[in-house]
């Protein structure tokens, strides 16, 4: 992939997260073409449930805006985000609720602003046979629905994850290594081509 400033967001936190592990993966394989990547840890945002009252009664959390600006300070966003009940996770949506509510006025500009023509890729892994597929593609309409993000076509969802990684925590397959490459090919050019010369 082209050299690029990319923002890796794994959407399970957990310990032994499989999307963890994944979006490391993806992390070393940036790295290792020369990006500049950044792991953004949603949980440690520590984000309430999105509440009306508590926007209300004390504004959107200081913790929205460190997503925001993480997104503005990169080229592209990886999200790799596993499935509940076959959609996105609440991590992730609840994070990215709070972020459209970042109005206009506030400083830095609003979390939408941040979004708009954001090149971003998705990832998933589970262990189904079907990897987090079906998340990902309701992800993909949020993002460019919500968000105005220019999501790449290319995606990788990683099935039977619970057998996919090696003890050092590499993909053991190397068809799906060189997937997940595919895809950070994909962001890493539509992320170039965007850039302003």
Known sequence: MKPIRLLIIAGSER???????????????????????????????????????????????PAALQLRDAVLAHDALLLVTPEYNAFP????????DWLSRIPAGAAGGAGRDATANKPAALLSASPGPLGGLR???????????????????????LGHAGDAFDDAGALKDAKAQHAVEGVLAAVGDLATALKPR
């Open 89 to 96: 996770t609440p991590l992730v949506l609840n994070a990215f």
């Open 135 to 157: 998340s990902m593609n309701l992800l993909r309409q949020y993002l460019q629905g919500a968000f105005a993000m220019i999501v790449v076509p290319q995606q990788f969802a």
């Open 15 to 61: 310990a032994g997260s499989y999307n963890r592990q994944l979006a490391r993966v993806a992390a070393a394989a940036a790295r290792r073409d020369g990006c500049s990547v950044t792991e953004f840890d949603l949980r440690a945002l520590a984000l309430p449930l999105y509440d009306g009252d508590i926007e209300r009664d004390h504004g959107v959390p």
